[in-house]
């Protein structure tokens, strides 16, 4: 058993780090995110069918499935459903039938139902081919309430087939199967009936929608008939709906020019036509038809008409008794956008619309207005004069009268936000844009680059000159005084209380509130303050992306200036930090230095580096992989990465020279055919390699990650268990040094400035690999501002979920192997090799949060050196701040005030009582004979 | 959550299953309906094969249709840790194509050989329950102010002793009988820090301008030396 040795690292290490009870949950800040929730897959349902209360769930444009408590918007549970993030692959389906405790998802070939309140798994099929529709059956054979209701679903594919599976087990109860030819659309079922939806494609190129009608007891095929579509449906865009377990399902199309609405309730061949008038000359972009989901529920239906500037809709009744639809009633043209939700309440049906600016809630029955609510704050953040629309929503409502007693509406507005209103008022903003970040940068806030920038100014002119800008410095301070003495008895109790919220940006004096501005995938860019839990600056839109439009920007900052770079040099545009205002022209490169540079770009899957110079430009060196070895990627040296030592302190006072070249980078190549991976270290002047090592066995499509800082590298890979090494997760460490022997720089000797170039010195590695329990999918590295604290190796684990700070003394590759440390080696802090690092729960920063699906880490240092800012992201969002050596330049919260002062409180109690007695027995010493 | 990563893509006419079962176990986990959504099980295979299924409501992982190969299970949670399975699955001896499937301890920087007890084996199905071996607990608890700690300190239990001297030893002086005061007084000018020919009594009477003008100590007769008593 490892445990004891387990147990021993830990005390050895239990001084190095850890998250303290009274920081966590505190210093560190989480969104726990799910993606841009989708319009047909949200909904509001009872998870508990006795119960009331009722939970917001989603499958989001990312494949995850969740619920969302919509009191305080929390995440109750939430699962991932597909490993590859690509929605326009893969449609995605969620249904909830009434009254049931499960939910059921259908993602890929998967169909899935979970457990409503807790997430779990109930069960899982695999369908063999691609998801064309699940449907809930809600069948009327006198069997209500008798346990789960059964779930249908239609796969498409190489053998498209309509299967009924059994709603408490997954089993499959039968299936249809189609014949080849026709493609599968949808599924709708009614309260007798399943129908099967197919286009058939004419000679002409036409589509023509056929119906099939299945018994849903055994899957026996009972009609089928054709629509007569004639020419206007063109392809399977226009179908706008059918309509799925309402009391009668419809289906819905237009032409490609919206210019006409055919309506055919399913079941009937009757197809009912409505000429779209125009509104306002302009022309409609999107017909939308929103119908309640039970069969229980009035047969009404909505029909939602958008333009560029305006939208109205139409209200239709089906007339069972003759097939046939009509208008009921129309909602008057409004401009902007708009959007509209169904809620059901036992038979009856409301339609719920919200504007820029309303809330108006309206019966299917009548065009009386039940509820009427103005929208003036959405609580979230966006740029100023930017209009918010609502993209879509999903409202619960409960009536009382002839009103609306009380609504609760989840809308999802265009910049990205999540928000549930109730009534009118945000309760909630769930920032969803954040789960889809391209590219993240940390930038200065203002305030404090100017600072700076005044400092500088007087460290630079001469001596009257400085004096004279620093008494008017003073000066000009000085009308902040009031405000500072006014505030200063609130700065007093709270900084004695320990209550302190850690204040505005302004008053930053340890630079923890640094500005994290991120490039959505929506276009859009988003300001988080690094020192504030979810606290967002400013939002704006950077570029307006067309629904299927990616952009794969590029952001960096130079002080307080955000410069977002789009696509390979297109255009660059500059923001202020702060306030996220655009800045005109682009921001001198002054800080770039001049002289030869060298550039390396991977082409083809080459390494090419080239002089940028324009003396002699050129190419310098290519990497070529060997035969049937592809890049993985390629890590560089981090561009800020100071170093306080050049060498390494020996327990006996004797000086290891580390290795150090800021032209370093970690390349990593993989070999398909031979599973193999190889690793090597770069000179990127050069091209010379400095150190290569090869792994066969290696699991390629487990991550492996790879670090490079200071003069060590590290990297971690999932290899078969074979003779040279066990099956499992694999880290290995290796630090270079200019020479193995203490105070000996080798061939360098007392060389002040050398030249990689000339000289072509090597250098010496230590390597050493250790055992991890889990895989790690990204790695990174702190950042103080000078260097001197030691650095911490942040392991992004995501099977645990989690990000885990990994001291450099437990991984240093100068841990002496079979042999207890000497003496001078434990005065250095080594201790013995043990093969395996467990990792310690007091190391994960983010202790009981769960972050999921993160995919980069981001460190910066603060104004303080003993303190590194972390920021990660990918779907969650999470940062906090990391002391890897302890505070040691700043009372934190282990520094006991109230305990300070009553000390000092005792003392002086202690004088005053003492005082006399001593003075009494100092004059009876005197006087007293005995 | 990941459903199935089949990335193998074998197809698979007949395949071994596998339950894993988390059963209560009380001290550590009395109740597994206590274990977050987010729990998962991962089987490792040979590169390139990956199985991850999430927990299910009767707190169990299923892996439905596991291939021919020696597979590592890990089970992934919040605030457990549990022990790392060595699932083996190879064709059962004799004929058909049944698999015969067995699971054993493993333990991490071991070789892979070296196999620890075994969980279970069967044909074609294994049903094996898991224990957690371990609570994570991640945080670090600070040194905060602890009286009785303060009061053990070997600093403080000698200013406690010598304030208990100062006030407690003129009482003591007082009550004791007069028999037993002199003898006490006796002892202490015997004494050799506190009696008159003491050491603490001799450099408190110390007569400085006497020995820099060259006296012997013994000439002064008796003390002499209020100078430093005069304050």
Redesign the interface.
Known sequence: ??LPLFAAVCILLRTAV?????E?WNVDYHYALLGEPQEETTFFHQPNPTSKASLIYTLSKRGFVGAVNPRDGSVV???????NLTSSTSQGFLRAGEGQDTIVSG??S?V?AW?AA?????W?V?MHGPLKDVEILELSDGKIGSGAKDVVALSGGGSPAVQRLDGASGAVKWQHKFQEGDEVYQLSASTTEVFAILLHKTVLGYIKIRVLSLDPVNGRKTSEYTLSSENELASADTIISVGANSASPIVAWTDAAHSVLKINIIGTKTVSSYNIEKQGGQTVENIRIHAPYHTTSLSHFLVHYQTATSHWADIYHINFARSITQIAYSLPNISGKGSFSTSTSDANVYFTRITQDELITVSSASHGVLGRWTIDNLGVVSAPHEAIVPTHTVSELSVKGDSVSAIRTAVLLSTGDWVLLRDSKPVWARPEALADITSATFATPSVLEDFQHKLDVETHSNFVGAYLHRVKRHLEELKHFPSYMSSMPQRFISGFLGTTDEGAMASDSFGFHKVIVCATGNGRLVALDAGSANRILWSRTAVDLGSSETWQPGLSSRADVIVLEQGSGKSQQTFNATNGDPLPGIPDTHDLQAGPRVQYTLRDGVLEATRTDKANAGSVWHFTPMDGERILHLVPRPSNDPVASIGKVLGDRRVLYKYLDSNLALLATANDAS?SAQFYVLDTITGSILHSSAHS??????PISSILSENWFAYSY?A??SDAS???HHLVVGEMFESLVPNDRGVLDAATNFSTVQSGTEPFTLVQTY?T??AISKMAVTQTRQGITSRQLLAVLS???AIVGIPYSALDPRRPVDRAPTKDEQMEGLFQY???I?FD??W?LN??R?V?GIENVLTSPALIESTSIVFAYGLDIFGTRLSPSFSFDILG??F?KF?MLATVAALAVLTFVVAP?VMRK?VNT?WQFT | ?????L?CGATLTSAARLTVSIPPSPPQLPNP?TL???T?A?L?G???V?Y??????DHSFVFPELGEA?Y?L?I????YFFP?LRVDVAKAEGEGSQRSIAAWQT??????SNKGPQYGAGIDELRVEMRPNGH???????G??NLIGFLKSPMILMGLVSVVM?FGMPYMMDNMDPESKAEFEEMSKKSPITGSEGAASQIQNFDLAGWMAGKSPGATGGPSGGGN?K?
Do not use: C
């Open positions: 058993m490892r850890a998250v303290f009870a009274d966590a549970w939430r699962q991932l459903l597909s490993p993602y890929g998967q899935a457990s807790d997430g779990r798994l109930a899982t695999d599973k066995g290696v699991d390629l499509q487990a999932t078969e268990a066990t099956k499992g055992q329990p889990e099977d645990v979920e043990a093969p395996v467990e729960p007091k994960f202790h009981q769960e999921l919260k282990d006991n305990q007695l100092q005197r | 959550m990941r459903l199935f990563s990335l309906a977050p959504a987010s998962h991962v490792h040979p590169p390139g990956r991850d299924v999430p927990l299910r409501r020696s590592l890990t992934h949670t919040r605030d790392s333990f991490r920087g071991n070789e892979w994570k607990d991640f945080y670090q608890q600070r905060g102010f100062i008593k304050k």
